[in-house]
């Protein structure tokens, strides 16, 4: 069995000069779409299968998490069931098929994801129940592209925040490493519950399932496990209306050639929403993932 950093792919840096000389800013992006499945999850989802003893494993996931988990159980042999809203990208629910796992679909109107695992969990007793951010071995496999960021000179790195499994890993690997950079969340605006808890003091929920374009961050509410890592740790959320995210992705595509899901231009659209915080300084944008529906994607860049 291959261990984590075996596994993994090196994140990819990419440094444009067009896009940095249009925002006047010196800014590199971490890009993880060049990650196996697509999106950095696949660094916690490899962790949780190779380290937990069952041979089946449930999880609820909008797409990433779940075709991460899929081709990790995959690659140990191991089974795996996923919970996805209906709405996700079909471009997700086919990845999640493709790698062998099975994709149970429901309408989150209807139903929780939380509550569907439960059901799950009950019929399967004999199962690992996953989370996809609040777990401590999806933060500890996301903290690996923390690792590759520290000691860069960054004064500043800025990720996307849904459920907090990405941030919270990073934030520890740099509180370890000893790395005095500051980490940014950037949240989407319709599901500001990171940004309302951080000014609460506590963790703050939304209502319902937040309908926003960045889809990988449709989460109700923080992890309690990612909560307490974030709430000392991280510099500050930033929310960004969705036409922000979906201007960042199109300057993703036109200016850095690189091709994003909404949820991997959450970064660049939180600098375009605080560009002056960052004037002056070294920053690092993570790119968290680029599985788009081809379809979708073609309609956001030439809208």
């Avoid at 140990?76 to 994709?103: H, N, Y």
Wanted: negative net charge; hydrophobic residues 40%.
């Amino acid at each position: 069995m291959l261990s984590l950093r075996d596994a993994i792919r090196p994140t990819t840096f990419v440094r444009s000069s067009k896009l940095c000389d249009h925002l006047e800013l010196d800014l590199t992006l971490a890009t993880e779409t060049f990650q196996h499945t697509g999106s950095f999850k696949f660094r916690a989802a490899y962790n949780v299968a190779s380290s937990v003893e069952q041979t089946e494993i449930i999880a609820a996931s909008s797409g990433n998490f779940g075709q991460a988990l899929a081709y990790a159980c995959k690659l140990l042999g191991k089974k795996c069931t996923v919970v996805m809203p209906e709405t996700s990208a079909q471009v997700k629910i086919d990845a999640v098929r493709g790698f062998g796992a099975t994709a149970d679909l429901i309408d989150v109107k209807k139903v929780g994801r939380a509550d569907r695992v439960r059901q799950l969990a009950a019929e399967m007793p004999n199962a690992y129940v996953a989370s996809a951010y609040d777990d401590e071995f999806v933060i500890e496999g996301n903290s690996t592209l923390g690792d590759e960021l520290c000691g860069k000179g960054f004064d500043a790195v800025i990720t996307a925040v849904g459920g907090g499994g990405l941030i919270s890993g990073m934030i520890k690997s740099f509180c370890r490493n000893g790395d005095l950079c500051e980490v940014w969340g950037a949240e989407p605006q319709p599901g500001n519950d990171a940004s309302r808890s951080l000014q609460a003091g506590y963790i703050v929920a939304n209502e319902v399932e937040p309908l926003t374009i960045a889809d990988g961050a449709r989460t109700v509410s923080l992890g309690k496990l990612n909560w307490e890592i974030i709430k000392d740790g991280v510099a500050g959320i930033i929310e960004v209306p969705d036409e922000t995210t979906i201007e960042a992705l199109r300057m993703l595509y036109s200016l850095a050639n690189l091709k994003t899901e909404p949820t991997g231009a959450l970064s660049l659209g939180a600098l375009l929403q605080d560009r002056d915080r960052f004037h002056g300084k070294k920053v690092c944008l993570v790119i968290s993932g680029g599985n788009v529906d081809a379809s979708v994607y073609a309609k956001l860049i030439s809208a």
